[in-house]
Nanobody, 128 residues
Framework: QVQLVESGGGLVQPGGSLRLSCTGSGLTFDGYAMAWFRQAPGKEREGVSCISKSGTTPYYANSVKGRITISRDNAKNKIYLQMNNLKPEDTAMYYC?????????????????????WGQGTQVTVSS
């Protein structure tokens, strides 16, 4: 049984930082590209960042570029999302996802259709 378990969400003030983690089990972790998605109330789930199987190729949505860093540790079956200079519009449920690994750059995908497995999510709230 595949499980992706997120942690690290919470309430933070604008300009603050959070580090999300996701631990995978029941899957060949390094066989999947990994991604973070988020969904705000009343909005569609959107891809935020993804990373290749090896961890050498990160990719970011324009809305978060420069403020967010994705990384992975295949030895620990974990991925991370370091979020800095958080804004109220970053408030959302954040989901970890394991998905297909395209053969061309960026060797990962922010498309929901390319996701094989989802985590349950961790809430991030940015508010003063």
């Amino acid at each position: 049984q595949v499980q992706l378990v997120e942690s690290g969400g919470g309430l933070v003030q604008p300009g603050g930082s959070l580090r999300l983690s996701c631990t995978g089990s029941g899957l060949t972790f390094d066989g999947y590209a990994m991604a973070w998605f988020r969904q705000a109330p009343g909005k569609e789930r959107e891809g935020v960042s993804c990373i290749s199987k090896s961890g050498t190729t990160p990719y970011y949505a324009n809305s978060v570029k420069g403020r967010i860093t994705i990384s992975r540790d295949n030895a620990k079956n974990k991925i991370y999302l370091q979020m800095n200079n958080l804004k109220p519009e970053d408030t959302a449920m954040y989901y970890c996802a394991a998905g297909v690994s395209p053969r061309r750059w960026p060797f990962c995908s922010l498309g929901r259709e390319d996701v094989n497995y989802w985590g349950q999510g961790t809430q991030v709230t940015v508010s003063s």
